[in-house]
């Protein structure tokens, strides 16, 4: 199992308050280098820049907008909800084929629960659309085109599914820099091959610059240097994850609910940028356990589930 692998076993998306953050971090050093243990002043820098990210983290799970109600039966009814789903019938793929809500729906059935809480992730494909609902758009608006729902962090409650998000964006910065130390000894090895090489065929010049090169490279990879990065990442983790706001394609255009007021109106979902900086426009929503595991049902063939 990789080193990625092992992470995702051993946190598995678990809740983490802040007691438990030192825990787990010390858990992830195991992961990434059990050397680090053994320098001195490893816990006094580690533990405020893991508490510093654990409430970013949290802080990110609250500026989610929602819970909105999710359903065959208010969409047409609800701007929001016609706006965020183009067609009725999307409201049912996107229960159907997201992987978490094939697995886990059967669960809330057994708990009794006729409601359930998730987080609504979204591609968008901006269009120049011409009207909404009869309405001319204004002059310079465009009209993003919401597709490829996924439904994720199922759970009992709004608070239950905001603590899931914050403790999946954590884990999202430690998996962010358990890739990077990959990469990094990934080149370490491709840098001594082509060290060698340069060795036998290059000036000394040339060999001298790659032994350079190596030197620093194996420097950023020890005990030190790992720990360095890390502190760095945690401290920073707004450079690798983080809601964006003032962009049109997670603007949802859509009538007033008003009906006193005509015209169209604005709403600006946050959208989720992580390390591959796709964007996805993202909510808190509550839905009817039945319809979900209606549409579950009605799936029979295999999907490709999209996860955020």
Known sequence: MNMIGKLRALFGGAQQDEQGVAWHMDRFIEILEPAIFELPDYRSRLEPAAHHAHDYCTRLATAVPGPYAVGHGNHGSDPLISALFPQREDIGTAFGRS????????????????????????????????????????????????????????DDSEDAVRQQFAAAAFDSLRHGFLNQVQNLRRCKKLMHSERELLREVASDDDANGADEAHAMLASDLSPGGLLDGLVAWLNAPQAHLRLEMGHDDATVIM?????????????????????????????VIRFEREEAL??????SVAHRYIVI
């Open 294 to 299: 209606a549409a579950v049902s009605r799936e």
């Open 99 to 154: 992987v978490e809500v094939r697995d886990r729906i059967h669960e809330f059935t057994a708990n009794g629960n006729a409601e359930v809480y998730a987080l609504l992730g979204m591609r968008q494909r901006v269009s120049a659309a011409p009207r909404t609902n009869g309405e001319a758009l204004p002059a310079g608006w465009s009209k993003p085109r919401f597709a490829d729902h996924t439904v994720r962090s199922l």
């Open 255 to 283: 009538p007033h609910s008003d009906p006193a007021q005509r015209g169209l109106q604005k709403l600006e979902l946050p959208a989720l940028v992580g390390a591959d900086r796709r964007r996805w426009p993202i909510c």
